[in-house]
């Protein structure tokens, strides 16, 4: 079976002043229906030893070679911004992907982390919170479900390099990408929030990272 790591969001508990690292079970899950072992990687790993941009880091690096992992998961939670140390562990970990052309599939915040990475800016939009989204596919190659959920307050600018857009929502705005050369993919809703499972979506990751 293939080992996919997945990223994890950063919550603040105030009241015992703890920064947690947390996960989604049903994320889990997802991963687990659709035949993968999924294994969380912790944010506090790009710090151990990394400082300025472009070094290296020794803890992190030993820990890819441990789990040999075959595909990563940038999951959904927290704005872009609003915790520098996850931003830099994702960035770090595409660029590890890129450099191995590992599959990648981002979810939500993690399709806006793809995009920033290529270049992409971040526009706020409302009506994207809460609700439900009939994709407009742009590819007839692609099956998409029928309607998704949504859970952002950012869109993408339509202006980024390396990427394809494969589907739109009824406004207009990206809700799925595809990298031209590398095996990455972009979905803006939650497929570990939909009961019972999309088939289309487990079918999709399926074909990305591989039996």
Same mark, same amino acid.
């Given at each position: 079976m293939k080992i996919v790591i997945v990223t994890q969001r950063i919550d603040y508990r105030d009241e015992i002043q703890e920064t947690r690292d947390a996960i989604d079970h049903r994320l889990i899950q997802w991963l687990a229906a659709s035949g993968y072992i999924p294994v969380v990687v912790s944010n506090i790993l790009i710090k151990s030893e990394a400082s300025n941009a472009g070094s290296t880091n020794t803890v992190l690096e030993e820990w890819l070679r441990t789990i040999q992992p075959n595909a990563l998961l940038l999951s959904g939670g927290n704005d872009i911004g609003e915790y520098p140390i996850?931003? $830099?562990?994702? $960035?770090?970990?595409?660029? =590890?992907? $890129?450099?191995?052309?590992? @599959?990648?599939?981002?979810? #939500?915040?993690?399709?806006?982390?793809?995009?920033?990475?290529?270049?992409?800016?971040?526009? $706020?939009?409302?009506?994207?919170?809460?609700?439900? &989204? &009939?994709?407009?596919? #742009?590819?007839?190659?692609?099956? =998409? @479900?029928?309607?998704?959920?949504?859970?952002?307050? =950012?869109?993408?600018?339509? &202006?980024?390099d390396g990427f394809r857009v494969l589907a739109r929502s009824e406004d207009g705005s990206i809700e799925a990408i595809r990298h031209i050369e590398l095996p990455w993919e972009g979905w803006m809703w939650h497929p570990e929030r939909e009961t019972p499972f999309t088939p289309q979506d487990l079918q999709r990751l399926k074909k990305l990272f591989g039996d």
């Open positions: 996850r931003d $830099k562990m994702e $960035k770090y970990l595409l660029t =590890w992907a $890129k450099n191995y052309r590992i @599959p990648v599939l981002g979810i #939500c915040r993690g399709l806006q982390m793809m995009a920033v990475y290529a270049g992409a800016l971040l526009i $706020k939009i409302d009506g994207h919170v809460k609700t439900r &989204h &009939h994709l407009n596919s #742009c590819e007839n190659t692609y099956d =998409w @479900p029928v309607s998704v959920n949504s859970y952002h307050n =950012w869109a993408l600018s339509e &202006h980024f």
